[in-house]
């Protein structure tokens, strides 16, 4: 899953300061970093931004290197004919920050209030960079908030001022970006949740870090990577098939899903399922369902297995489990299937438990289930939403979605999916968690049956032979973007789960060909 180290691998403030300083004292000049940082930012913003449309920028600086980085771009702004006017908005500069205002000023670049950037087309925010330790409170914070007013679109210098990178959290108060140009490594506060309301559209700006300097600080069993969505879809799909083969060859999947109040989902993971292209999907839902799952999924085997008086699957006990290679249990089962749940742990086949049939090893449902599961010789996927994360590790306090999703995987050893608007899927490498962040996605999968989808999907994948990790990254991602497609061709309000199972395979034929 890793094709590049520099593109991928996600820091803390510590580690992009160590890996700084092995480039600083290899004998790069701090001077000529930040001009190689300035020209290409200044590159990006000419992509972007074209001069034509946005002739009229505004310089925010602040006392540190992010505010030199700030002025830099500000001068070849300037001498590329752009209208450039620059505010300071601290009062003490560093050194080398303090001599590229002097050159701003000695070139005729004006230096104005804060007020007097408010007619400007575009600004660029270099105020605060990655060692922001205090809040941002009082004059300052106002500024904030008035820059914040004008709806001018802007672009942030690493990360938006008052954001904590490695939290992701406002620190009072913090510039809203438009584009973040985040420099050299992916930041880890910019790849949480919390952080997406002030981001906007985030890039990273590559300076040619070599790598060696990168594994010198990080080592070799770095926790937190950044998947790279067409690099995941070309190396994973399609999975490779023979051209003398039998359908039992590409896997066999069984949906253990539906119940009379949730009929829906059933289906909706099937069809996840086959657009994984799996050899063969059976469905194990209640009898009363049988019909109306295969008028929808006709080329399944559909199993009709007794229901409780509640419309939910009662029991298992006609199936032989061992002739599958994967399962998916969850998906609409209700909480009256609990003990099916079990049955499917207790098969030891590769699995993936989704909605109630996490809800049904939650320390509610049975307080030492959970902490079992590590003995199954086979995988295990969960894929919670934060709900369900939440009721199965209560214990759980971290300070982030990151340390809570890893100390989970460190207590039950499965491979977890933790769904939201930044996917992250944990597992154990070497006894060792690992964490992906799938850093693309839309509003648009905020719709009941979307994760019916992506179960199903997982399961297909899973069936196929990928390890339970790979299925769940290339699923989350493979679902994201396909959903990404469906929405700039219809908008966010037609990405209905049934229209983006149809459009996952359409969707991929370009990515693939």
Known sequence: M??????????????????????????????????????????????????????????????????????????????????VKIC?????????????????????????????????????DGIFGFGLERDVAGDLANSFNLINSW????????????????????????????????????????????????????????????EQFIMEVLGDHHPLWRVDPDTCLRQYLPIPRPIAVHKYDLGHLLLVVGSHRYAGAAILAALGAKATGVGMLSIAVPTSLKLLVLAQVPDALVIACPETDSGAIYSL???????????????????????????????????????????????????????????RANPIIFTPHAGEFSRLFPDIMAGDRLDALMAAVELCHATILLKGARTMISFLQDAKPMLWVNPESTPALARGGSGDVLAGMIGGLLAQGLSASDSAIVAAVWHSQAAISLANQRSIMGVDPVSLAHHLLPFLLPAVS
């Open 2 to 83: 890793i094709s590049s180290i520099s593109s991928q691998v996600i820091v803390t403030i510590a580690q992009m300061q160590a890996i700084e300083n092995l480039i600083f004292q290899s004998g790069m000049p701090v001077a000529a970093l930040m001009e190689k940082v300035a020209l290409r930012i200044v590159q990006r913003l000419a992509q972007l931004y074209p001069a034509h449309k946005f002739p009229k920028v505004g310089i925010l600086v602040g006392s540190g290197h992010n505010g030199g980085d700030a002025l830099a771009v500000a001068r070849e702004l300037y001498h590329q004919g752009r209208q």
């Open 151 to 210: 709806q001018i679109p802007i672009v942030a210098i690493d990360l938006p001022s008052g954001l904590n990178c490695d939290r992701g959290n406002v620190m009072g108060t913090a510039i809203r970006a438009t584009h973040t140009l985040c420099l050299g490594l992916w930041k880890r506060g910019l790849l949480i949740e919390q952080a997406l309301p002030y981001i906007g559209i985030l890039e990273r700006v590559d300076f040619d870090i070599p």
């Open 317 to 375: 006990a006609e199936l032989d489990l061992q002739k599958y290679q994967a399962i998916v249990c969850g998906c609409g089962l209700s909480l009256d299937a609990n003990s099916v749940v079990k049955q499917t742990i207790d098969s030891d086949i590769p699995l993936v438990l989704d909605a109630d049939g996490l809800n049904a090893i939650s320390p509610v449902a049975d307080p030492h289930l959970i902490r079992q599961l590590h003995s």
């Open 88 to 124: 300071s908005m601290m009062p003490k500069a560093k050194p080398l920050t303090r001599v590229h205002a002097c050159h701003a000023k000695a070139i005729g670049v004006p230096f104005v209030s804060l007020t007097e950037l408010q007619d400007c087309d575009l600004l660029v």
